[in-house]
């Protein structure tokens, strides 16, 4: 199975500061037949189901502000927040879809400072 | 863009059964692949089982494969897990997700959730 590690567990950023969160697979996930990679980040707000924000490792769901953006390719990628806002705070997931076992990080805590 | 809404959880023994449905609407639901997904308290989603979008394919995580049964009715745009011989460590919100038209894509809609504890 594909182990999904985050880094940081847990992180405090200043409002309108920039937020980056890691992602690392344990093996890659990058599929060459069609040329994605095939990863994922949720934000999970407190009493709410997990949202999709990022699919295909950087395209943003309809709707995500463009204040988020997702990079990387392989075995390494990264969730950025421009300018963090009030209501971004949430604990973010990072997910493979490359193996049937479809598994997330542990997550990343993200507060304002 | 579509609405889950899970139903069936609930408290029960060890060693006992439930059965959860999610009602889909807004969704062509026979054309997605739909996902159970379970969270436990305080941890991360988990991955615990699919279905395609005619039925015909199912895959389970290692932890529950043999005790859970995912199964859909297109024609009432429902899907539903059978669990039985319930254990401690299924105590978990469930979710009921939509995913792609195809097997490898993420996680769309979630439903709201649908709670199981397993206690004596």
């Known amino acids: 199975d594909i182990v999904m590690t985050q880094s940081p567990d847990s992180l405090a950023v200043s409002l309108g500061e920039r937020a980056t969160i890691n992602c690392k697979s344990s093996?890659?996930?990058?599929?060459?037949?069609?040329?994605?990679?095939?990863l994922a980040w949720y934000q999970q707000k407190p009493g709410q189901p997990p949202k999709l924000l990022i699919s295909w490792a950087s395209t943003r769901e309809s709707g995500v502000p463009d204040r988020f953006s997702g990079s990387g390719s392989g075995t390494d990628f990264t969730l950025t927040i421009s300018s963090l806002q009030a209501e971004d705070v949430a604990v973010y997931y990072c997910q493979q879809y490359y193996t049937t076992s479809y598994s997330f990080g542990q997550g990343t805590k993200l507060e304002i400072k | 863009e579509g609405q889950l809404v899970e139903s069936g959880g609930g408290l029960v023994q060890p060693g006992g059964s439930l059965r959860l449905s999610c009602a889909a609407s807004?969704?062509?639901?026979?054309?997605?692949?739909m996902h159970w997904v379970r969270q436990a308290p305080g941890k991360g989603p988990v991955w615990v089982s699919r279905i395609d979008d005619d039925g015909k394919s199912t895959n389970y995580a290692d932890s529950v494969k043999g005790r859970f049964s995912i199964s859909r009715d297109s024609a009432k745009n429902t899907l539903y897990l059978q669990m039985k011989s319930l254990r401690v460590e299924d105590t978990a919100v469930y979710y009921c997700?939509?995913?792609?038209?195809?097997?490898?894509?993420?996680?769309?809609?979630w439903g709201q959730g649908t709670t199981v504890t397993v206690s004596s």
């Open positions: 807004g969704i062509t639901f026979s054309s997605y692949w």
């Open positions: 093996q890659s996930v990058f599929y060459s037949s069609d040329n994605k990679n095939f």
């Open positions: 997700v939509r995913g792609g038209t195809y097997a490898g894509r993420a996680f769309y809609i």
